[in-house]
């Protein structure tokens, strides 16, 4: 796992004394919490042509399962909006127009706070 958080090490080694589902469910949830940042900076962020690319930003959690000390979510734009990968990246006639990734650099300190406050939160409460 890609360390984005720092410290995540100690939290991993607290979410393995829990049951496997439990751990998965924790992961989730604050990946989630964390691609919902993303997504609602993204959707300020997108071009605005007809506001659709905007209103059409998903999360949408892997179901690769073959790690439960992972948890893998995708912001972006939903299927009918295909061209904001486009807008995103470029093409060869039309030039990038960035709004995923600096939606992500620029949030990656609140990203982490609100995942450790969530995996923190929860690991109490199991523990209680």
């Known amino acids: 796992m890609a360390e984005i958080i720092e410290g995540m090490a100690d939290f991993q080694k607290k979410l393995q004394e829990l049951e496997l589902t439990v751990q998965r469910k924790l992961l989730i949830e604050a990946a989630k919490a ?64 960035p709004f995923l990734l600096p939606s992500l650099e620029a949030n990656r300190a609140r990203i982490a706070q609100v995942m450790k406050e969530i995996l923190s939160d929860a690991i109490e409460r199991v523990a209680r």
Do not use: C, W
């Open 34 to 97: 964390g691609a919902k940042i993303v997504r609602e900076d993204a959707a300020r962020r997108a071009p605005r042509n007809t506001g659709r690319l905007s209103e059409g930003m998903t999360i949408k959690v892997s179901n690769r399962e073959s790690d439960v000390h992972e948890a893998t979510v995708e912001v972006g734009p939903d299927k009918r909006q295909f061209y904001g990968s486009f807008q995103e990246k470029g093409t060869k006639h039309h030039r990038a127009q």
